[in-house]
């Protein structure tokens, strides 16, 4: 009999915060574990997300078993649709998770083919030799879990995204003794959340939060505008109740956040009232002391509600004189000039803002290092692995593993694409794998390598000169042009003497090419306006020459489209 192996892959969220996803490969079965993407930093020019690369998974679907879902935050489900149309295996998750991931897919037209199947605390699913328990966590989203898994090769315990919260409300706690009932007895593996190692003791209550919001919703005096993470749905029922307790009506702006609480709703996870909400049309019936808005926008997003008023481009709501806006949500990291951005505009505005740095209005939905602590000491893992963090967050949170008790050479930092491999006798590292995100730009998945971020950075940095030349083939005559036009390189009022340049330029280097070698004429006009240009501005923007050869009565232009950028 062959010694029991299961083989784990990250193919991210181990070296980022965001992107979790995550194989278990045995002989027999295949499962994975959260889909998820991350949003692009500012130098991936015009890209909308990223998502893991599938190649790994799909070299294995023949064993895939099924996706296991944590949660429903984006960077745990939002891949989803991109995964699913080469697949067919049956997704497992929460009741409120799966509505957000059927929401997700019928957008992009999959929720009639995909296999949504729901599970609650305590229940255990078989998924061929690998056998996933449920746990409730406390998250900044409800229905959350944590998983036990049972292997060939002993007990795992996967945290997702937790904390624990030491008075919770309505029930949202992390269930330590679930975790300690499955651990006891001895687990090979814990994988635990390491985002907020760096903090110290404990995050904030969510108790000590509407506490806070209480307070500030009694000394309000005028309009009182909350945004959040549209998913955060126990926020919004103390928002919502607090309204109620405060003789305030409610108003939503945002599809997602009304999405998110008509699914809460349906599902009986929201109470709400039947007279709490009011229409946007009728906010002019009622005083400003009774009104509170819920809108989209925490991040800074330049679509959401909250930025287009800060701008004035809301259909519906502007922003008032004496508005009390409340950012009831973390920035995350990479945002925060965004949200700086809105805070400034609110307050040029008349507005006054609060937020996490200055009042107690948000609570972290990640375990602080005293909780992490906590988790390791519960659970008492032979070999532990951080996830779901940036590098030093793995490796400060390896070190606490070391602190509590795991062997050091057992508290082991992987990162994307690292396979480990888990045996009776021991581990073994497998050979790496390519793992670099897929980058999703509009319809376009995958299309935009290097090479094409590379044009757009320098489109960005330096624009584009594009010349444009109508030339007679049986005379060797130019007919049209030569025309110069820039986008993104200079105003052409402003710098209209040196485009005429240009053109004396194109036409001296036109009349030293022999006719017919089109090639090597826009070889020429390209090196020798890029010369010009870094001369007389140090600017070296994208030359495009675009040369169209009339021969009798066809036209044709020559290299058939625009020719690639060349730097």
Excluded at 242 to 258: F, N, P, W
Aim: proline share 5%; with cysteine; net charge negative.
């Amino acid at each position: 009999m062959s010694d029991p192996l299961l083989t784990i892959c990250p193919l991210g969220g181990l070296g980022e915060i965001g992107l979790n996803c995550m194989v278990f490969e045995t002989e027999e079965s295949v499962a994975v574990i959260d889909c998820g993407l991350i949003f692009p930093e500012d130098y991936l020019f015009g890209v909308d997300i990223a998502i893991p690369r599938f190649d790994h998974i799909l070299a294995l679907k023949e064993k895939l078993k099924g996706i296991v879902l944590t949660h429903g935050h984006e960077d745990h489900i939002g891949a989803l649709p991109w995964l699913l149309p080469y697949i067919n295996v049956p997704i497992f998750g929460s009741k409120f998770t799966l509505g957000l991931v059927e929401n997700k897919l019928r957008e992009h037209d999959l929720d009639k083919y995909a296999d949504l199947r729901p599970v609650k605390a305590g229940d255990r699913i078989q998924l061929g030799d690998l056998a996933f328990n449920f746990f409730p966590v406390c998250h900044s989203i409800i229905e959350g879990f944590g998983l036990g898994i049972e292997t060939p090769v002993g007990r795992i315990v996967h945290t997702g995204d937790f904390k624990i919260d030491r008075n919770p409300l309505d029930g949202h706690a992390t269930d330590l003794e679930a975790f300690k009932k499955f651990s006891n007895p001895g687990v090979t593996l814990l994988f635990s959340d390491s985002t907020n190692v760096e903090r110290e003791g404990y995050a904030l209550t969510e108790r000590e939060i509407l506490d806070s919001l209480r307070d500030i919703f009694a000394e309000a005096e005028g309009r009182i505008l909350v945004t959040l993470f549209s998913s955060h749905i126990q926020r919004i029922q103390e928002i919502i109740d607090l309204a109620v307790e405060t003789g305030r009506k409610v108003g939503i702006s945002g599809k997602s956040l009304s999405r998110n609480i008509e699914l809460a709703r349906e599902q009986g996870l929201l109470r709400v009232p039947g007279n709490a909400f009011i229409q946007l049309e009728d906010l002019p019936d009622y005083p400003d002391s009774e009104i509170v808005l819920l809108v989209t926008g925490s991040q800074g997003e330049p679509l959401a509600s909250l930025s287009r008023m800060s701008t004035g481009e809301h259909r519906q709501l502007y922003i008032k004189e004496g508005d009390l806006v409340l950012m009831s949500s973390r920035f995350i990291p990479g945002n925060t000039k965004a949200i700086t951005k809105v805070i400034n505009r609110l307050y040029k505005l008349g507005a006054e803002v609060l937020y996490e740095r200055v009042q107690g209005i948000h609570a972290s939905g990640h375990a602080h290092r005293d909780e992490l602590k906590i988790m390791l000491e519960t659970v008492k893992p032979k070999y532990f692995i951080p996830v779901h963090g940036e590098y030093r967050h793995l490796i400060k949170h390896a070190r606490l593993a070391v602190e509590t008790g795991v062997a050091q050479e057992r508290a082991i930092v992987i990162e994307d694409g690292e396979p480990i491999s888990f045996l009776s006798h021991g581990i073994r590292f497998e050979e790496s794998l390519p793992v670099q995100c897929t980058l999703v730009d509009g319809k376009g998945v995958g299309d935009v390598g290097q090479t094409v971020l590379k044009e757009r950075q320098l489109l960005a940095g330096e624009g584009l000169v594009i010349v444009s030349l109508v030339i007679d083939v049986p005379t060797g005559e130019i007919l049209t042009g030569p025309e110069v036009m820039s986008k993104g390189f200079i105003f052409e009022q402003h710098y209209s003497h040196l485009l005429e340049d240009a053109k004396c330029i194109v036409l001296d280097v036109f009349e030293n090419i022999p006719p017919g070698q089109t090639k090597k004429l826009r070889e020429r006009i390209r090196s020798a306006l890029r010369r010009f240009f870094r001369k007389v501005l140090d600017r070296d923007p994208v030359v495009v020459p675009l040369i169209i050869s009339l021969n009798g009565d066809e036209a044709e232009i020559r290299e058939s489209s625009c020719p690639d950028f060349k730097f």
